[in-house]
């Protein structure tokens, strides 16, 4: 009875969260104004109207979202690089480029749909010529380097 039921919550579990990492939320977005060219984003960045950047309020810095305006199916995919929108209505403030290419820069806002977006291919072309896929070194990589605490480094001077 107990693995049945922990089954079930490890179903229920895992089946939410997918659904939550496929749509993440709908609202309304608007885009930053031409003045703001050039001012520091959040990130530290100056921000730079001909980009595909976004402001989300919680969303951690380099996230990819790819967001739908629910007028007319056109798609962007932007990467958070600034903290907003701080109007209640609306849920992202898009730069210019992402607005033109969604189609409402003369409106000014948008009903949108948000969800992120994790890219599923390796951005890399076969030449025609080669039979073999090559082998492509994908591990994880350390971000950070620390330095080695004190007492942890061997000292040769030291002998016991």
């Known amino acids: ?8 919550c490890l179903l229920c579990f895992a089946y939410g969260t997918k659904l939550h990492a496929q749509l993440l939320l709908k609202g ?7 003045a ?18 976004c402001a989300h309020l919680k969303l951690p810095f380099g996230t990819l979202l790819k967001v739908r305006n629910l007028r007319n199916d056109k798609e962007v995919i932007v990467e958070v690089t600034d903290r ?25 806002f948008a009903p949108v749909e948000i969800s992120i977006y994790t890219p599923a291919k390796v951005p890399f072309r076969m030449k025609t010529e080669e039979k073999e896929m090559p082998e492509l ?9 620390y330095p080695e605490p004190l007492w942890q480094q061997a000292d040769s001077t030291d002998t016991e």
Not at 84 to 108: M, T, V
Not at 137 to 145: E, K, V
């Open 36 to 53: 703001l060219h050039g001012n520091k984003m959040s990130n530290g960045e100056p921000y730079h109207k001909d980009s595909m950047t």
């Open 137 to 145: 070194d994908l591990q994880h990589r350390i971000m950070a380097i």
């Open 84 to 108: 907003g929108p701080f109007a209640k209505k609306y849920i992202l403030d898009l730069s210019r480029a992402a607005a033109r290419e969604l189609g409402f820069i003369g409106r000014g």
């Open 1 to 8: 009875m107990k693995t049945r039921l922990l089954l079930l």
């Open 28 to 34: 309304k977005a608007s885009y930053y104004h031409d």
